[in-house]
């Protein structure tokens, strides 16, 4: 079975944008054990990590895995949107 996702993307272009269609995750991944990776990678990419409140700093990174995580009961999780799944 094949499934295409969307990710949910931090960025401040939700600051100023309106979205004709908006993230509708309907699928969670406990990252628990792998947020922290993710964020240190993101520090690879100094031009994309910055400082709170931006959506891809620590903080909020984490604050989104924390709230991601809330939703399905689990310390921390990412959303994804299933889009296609093709038996």
């Given amino acids: 079975m094949k499934k295409i996702y969307a990710f949910e993307t931090p960025s401040s272009t939700e600051w100023n944008f309106t979205y004709s269609k908006s993230f509708n995750p309907n ?3 406990d990252v ?3 947020l922290q ?3 240190d990678g993101m520090s690879c990419y100094r031009t994309e990590k ?3 409140p ?3 700093s620590t903080e909020a990174l984490f604050a989104l ?3 991601r995580g809330s939703n399905i ?3 921390l999780a ?3 949107e299933l889009l296609y799944e093709i038996n």
């Fill in 37 to 39: 990776a993710k964020v």
């Fill in 78 to 80: 990412e959303a994804f």
């Fill in 65 to 67: 895995g924390k709230y």
């Fill in 50 to 52: 910055t400082v709170y």
């Fill in 32 to 34: 628990t054990d792998t």
């Fill in 73 to 75: 009961g689990v310390e």
């Fill in 27 to 29: 699928v969670y991944f």
């Fill in 54 to 56: 931006h959506p891809r």
